[in-house]
């Protein structure tokens, strides 16, 4: 709700309440809006709302209470309401103080939607401004939005990096961008071009990987598609790696009280064979980190 918006109904509130026509009505005043997190659980994420008012008028401002509604890309999130009395107090200073929570069971469709809309989240807040006038209550809506984007790949792209695999020498250059996105999972196709310097080819029998957010473990998993690595040459490989979507509440968390930040880990280990010996070794094993400032 803005500031312009907010006064409105505030001189709504005085006219409604029966200011007599001598009485010269001030415009309240909005000193400042300040917002933080509350209480952050496995099930729920508290946004803590100061809304500090003046009204420069003889009388108070019978504000009965403000309803809130939270969506992130029009999912509901979470709802909302004032702790303690939203009235205004006369020819002072009020603070408004509100409570929204987020239910994070709701993250992983919220992740999906996000990802979908290149990583882009519209926030809305929805709600009412509940005026008691003592006859009867009167409801004015009001609408916010601002938006967050993200850029979570741009840690896991490299070009011409040089990999000593005991005698062995290669080098890589790898690209990552989303495949595909279900509820259940969040697919990331590497695109490997691997430089084979030596005068002999080099088989890779399987690709293991494990995918880390700030710690917590998103998805493992292993491929066993046989490749050849060219000798004097390069090869082009495609390798899947997957996110398990129900995670993403455990993240949340984390990220949260991370301060809105996430070191991503992504670890590819290919297993080669030269001379009838399987040598594993770490291709990735890259840490990149990404912020939001949802309360911006």
């Not at 709701?106 to 999906?112: A, F, L, Q, S």
């Not at 809305?124 to 938006?147: A, R």
């Not at 491929?223 to 082009?236: C, L, Q, S």
């Amino acid at each position: 709700m803005n500031k312009s918006t907010l006064a409105i109904l505030l001189i709504l509130a005085i006219t409604l309440a029966g200011c007599s026509g001598g009485t010269k009505i001030g415009k309240p005043e909005i000193k400042s809006i300040s917002h933080r997190w509350g209480a952050i659980t496995d099930d729920t994420s508290e946004i803590l709302t100061d809304i500090v008012v003046y009204n420069p008028n003889p009388i108070p401002i019978p504000i009965k209470s403000i309803q809130i509604d939270i969506y992130m890309n029009n999912i509901k999130m979470g709802e909302g309401k004032n702790i303690g009395s939203a009235g205004l107090k006369a020819n002072g200073d009020t603070t408004i103080k509100l409570s929204t929570k987020l239910d994070n069971r709701k993250i992983p469709e919220w992740w999906v939607s996000h990802l979908k809309h290149g990583e882009s989240t519209k926030i809305s807040l929805k709600g009412n401004v509940v005026f008691d006038l003592k006859i009867t209550e009167f409801k004015w809506p009001f609408e916010q939005s601002s938006e967050i984007n993200t850029d979570l790949l741009s840690g896991m792209n490299f070009a011409q990096m040089p990999l000593n695999i005991g005698p062995i020498q290669l080098s890589a250059s790898i690209s990552s961008r989303w495949g595909e996105i279900t509820a259940e999972k969040t697919e990331i196709i590497h695109d490997i071009t691997l430089h084979n310097p030596n005068n002999f080819p080099i088989p890779i029998t399987r690709m293991d990987y494990e995918i880390y957010m700030n710690n917590i473990k998103m998805g493992e998993g292993s491929t066993y598609n046989p490749a050849i690595i060219a000798p004097k040459g390069d090869t082009k490989l495609v390798f899947a790696s997957e996110i398990i979507n129900t995670n993403l509440d455990e993240w949340w968390v984390s990220h949260l009280k991370n301060g809105e930040r996430t070191i991503v880990k992504v670890k590819i280990m290919p297993t080669i064979e030269v001379r009838g010996q399987k040598l594993q070794f770490t291709l990735i094993e890259d840490e990149s980190e990404f912020s939001t400032n949802i309360l911006s």
